[in-house]
């Protein structure tokens, strides 16, 4: 069963855009029947991917293959249907004579288009006719002869101002040049997509604002006190008494509670040698043998 654009991108734009910040989406649809790997990921790496979409294309199956390259985008780019709505058609069942389709949400990494484009060259026997998508004419492209034909489109990164608009143009110029170029032979449209760079992710996020419920009218402007923190200025002047303080409270309370503490000791030493016992008393002779001698 087909996924829908919005549908397939939706179920882990969430999730997924958290997670993996160095990711974007992938689409594949084709009006031959493809048996990829892993059609239904929602999160793939890009070389397990590109092997996937390689092995699909083995055995030939279409007469024009379209490699789009578009870069500096995100799954969420795809999220709203301004975007790319042609591209929605296409893999949300529109057309009837797309037999297979294939949306991954997430790509760890760049799809390798190169190694694909090779593929097709060295396998295939493929001509290749290179496009540059920013400029939005269409190629003259001769028709087909007994070789498969591998058109290379290229989409630059949007600006961060109206990137639904300039999708949306890349999506429409797109739709045409596969209406001029495929007519009723049998196609294969492999669409990579490149991550954002870090300041473009940045500059994309929207900043919450929370509403004040006080107002204007309530803020009020903290100011230090300062004044009782102010350094005293060094006296350089003065009697050595008067710039030093000697006999502070600490020192007082140290002697207070070394005073009692000393005549303690004394009591203690004098109740101990006050103490009146002959070393007779500890001789072996006064034990009870020494009693019966006498």
Do not use: W
Not at 2 to 25: C, D, E, H, M, Y
Not at 27 to 32: E, I, P, Q
Not at 170 to 192: G, M
Not at 229 to 249: D, M, V
């Amino acid at each position: 069963m087909a996924k829908t654009l919005i549908g397939a991108v939706a179920l882990a734009a969430l999730p997924s855009a958290i997670a993996f910040r160095n990711s974007s989406p992938f689409f594949l649809f084709s009006t031959s029947t493809l048996d990829v790997y892993g059609n239904d990921a929602e999160v793939a790496r890009s070389t397990r991917l590109t092997e996937a979409v390689i092995e699909s294309l083995r055995d030939c199956p279409s007469d024009t293959y379209v490699l789009v390259q578009q870069d500096g985008v995100s799954s969420v780019d795809y999220l709203h249907g301004q975007s790319a709505p042609r591209l929605g058609l296409y893999l949300g069942g529109g057309y009837a004579d797309v037999k297979t389709t294939m949306t991954v949400p997430e790509v760890v990494g760049s799809i390798d288009t190169s190694s694909i484009y090779r593929f097709l060259e060295s396998q295939c026997g493929a001509k290749g006719v290179q496009v540059d998508g920013a400029q939005g004419r269409l190629p003259t492209i001769s028709p087909k002869n007994s070789s498969p034909r591998v058109v290379e489109v290229h989409f630059p990164a949007p600006a961060i101002a109206n990137r639904a608009l300039t999708l949306d143009k890349y999506d429409s110029f797109l739709e045409k040049l596969l209406t001029s170029s495929t007519k009723s032979e049998p196609y294969t449209v492999i669409y990579t997509t490149t991550a954002q760079t870090s300041d473009a992710t940045f500059q994309n996020q929207h900043t919450y604002e929370m509403d004040d419920p006080f107002g204007e009218a309530v803020h009020m402007e903290l100011k230090r006190d300062t004044g009782i923190h102010r350094k005293a200025a060094p006296q350089s002047e003065g009697a050595l008494f008067e710039r030093y303080q000697y006999l502070s409270p600490g020192l007082f309370m140290g002697l207070t509670a070394v005073v009692p503490l000393f005549f303690i000791l004394y009591f203690g030493l004098s109740a101990i040698s006050s103490l009146e016992v002959s070393y007779y008393a500890f001789s072996k002779e006064m034990g009870p043998s020494a009693q019966k001698k006498q």
